[in-house]
């Protein structure tokens, strides 16, 4: 839900032998449509929307996977306005084994960084869950991994924040003698501290350009 009460869904739409995703935002009721996108993968295969999160000024943010240019399969993160009509930001991410890899979950922290979970391949082993966190122009804060004892699939599957570093995670992890167990975990990841304006600096505003001034 967005501060409105708006509702933002979104899922994978079937277009063929491929699929895309499709978001779309609904008022309270959910009888009026308030805006929709689509995301195709850039090679030829499907693009995945597993989770939505909605920001306090109403922007959307979208994680899932995508059949990649580079690896296998790889994560992709959109952000967008309120409208869903302009992609504000995007970014991907392949693991370092380049093969599988996928984002799962997304949660916002109180400074409004968004800390997205899920899974990637790594070198010598199956799977690893992954967390990754980034800033509201999806410019990445901090990167943590989890490699089980088995070393076979284990992912990330949820993810919440509480504050601005604390980060909980829910997932799976494969162990000897049985197929998967259910893991969680806890991180404290970076924060981000926007830099203040140096003491003595004015700005001016004109059309075109600005103008900065130290005393």
Known sequence: RDSAGNIVAGGLENIGPAGRWRIRKYDQSLSLLLGTTSYESPAAGPANLYAVAV??????????????????????IIKYDASLR????????????????????VSLDAQGNIVVAGYDTQPGINYGW???????ALNLLDDQAHDGIFGGFDAANG?????????????????????????VARYDLATFNPPSTPSGLTVFGYVGSIGLQWT
């Open 159 to 183: 993810v919440a924040c509480a504050g601005s570093s604390s980060v909980f995670m829910g997932g799976e992890e494969q162990v000897r003698g049985d197929y998967a167990d259910f893991a």
């Open 130 to 136: 992954r967390v990754r966190k980034y800033d509201n």
């Open 86 to 105: 302009i992609p504000l930001a995007s970014v991907d991410y392949t693991g370092p084994g380049v093969l599988n890899d996928s984002a799962r979950s």
């Open 55 to 76: 920001d306090a000024s109403g922007n959307v943010y979208a994680v899932g996977d995508e059949v990649g240019t580079a690896g296998a399969v790889n994560w992709r």
